[in-house]
């Protein structure tokens, strides 16, 4: 495209007793700044609320930036330290073990890596592939933005319920 790439930050929230439904942020970059505050437009629609995401192991899925966040809104006045020197902010391991401390109001669940398949959103995402940008002409920027909302109108109204998982955990007799 000529006007330059668009990125796609969604999520999707499932729950038993609610319809399931796929919330995007557009933009133009994809950096950690960008994802984090895609997380915290979800929880400050219930700030006290519980939350659990689950996400792909992305380097913006277990920044600094992420870290900070979920320590401001669960309200943690620890020292983080700094990152690449000390503390949960010194690398993506303490930094991925503080995201998914089951103590905190606010956590992630990372996928194993080559598993994106277990993410439900990756589904939706490969849904929105084949229906909307796969043989898709998009003049500009803006039209592919303007195409993608109204398919995530679309997707919610007549789509958008948990998938069944059918599997039972028990391998597969020949």
């Known amino acids: 495209m000529a006007d330059g790439p668009s990125v796609l930050f969604r999520r999707c929230k ?18 950690e700044a960008d994802f984090a505050s895609h997380i915290e437009q979800t929880i400050v629609r219930d700030p006290q609320a519980r939350y659990v995401f689950v996400m792909d192991n992305l380097n913006t899925h277990c920044s600094a930036t992420l870290v900070e966040l979920v320590a401001r809104l669960c309200g943690i006045e620890d020292d983080l330290g700094k990152k690449g020197k000390h503390g949960v902010l010194k690398s993506v391991k303490s930094r991925q073990e503080f995201l998914t401390d089951l103590s905190h109001r606010i956590r992630i669940v990372y996928t194993p890596k080559h598993s994106s398949w277990l993410n439900q959103i990756e589904i939706v995402f490969g849904v929105i592939m084949r229906k909307v940008v796969r043989r898709g002409n ?37």
């Open 138 to 174: 998009f003049p500009s920027v803006d039209d592919l933005r303007t195409k993608l909302l109204a398919f995530f109108d679309y997707f919610n109204q007549v789509f958008a319920k948990p998938f069944k998982w059918t599997y039972t955990g028990q391998p597969l007799q020949a």
């Open 14 to 31: 499932i729950a038993p007793e609610a319809r399931a439904s796929v919330a995007p942020t557009l933009g133009p970059t994809r950096t």
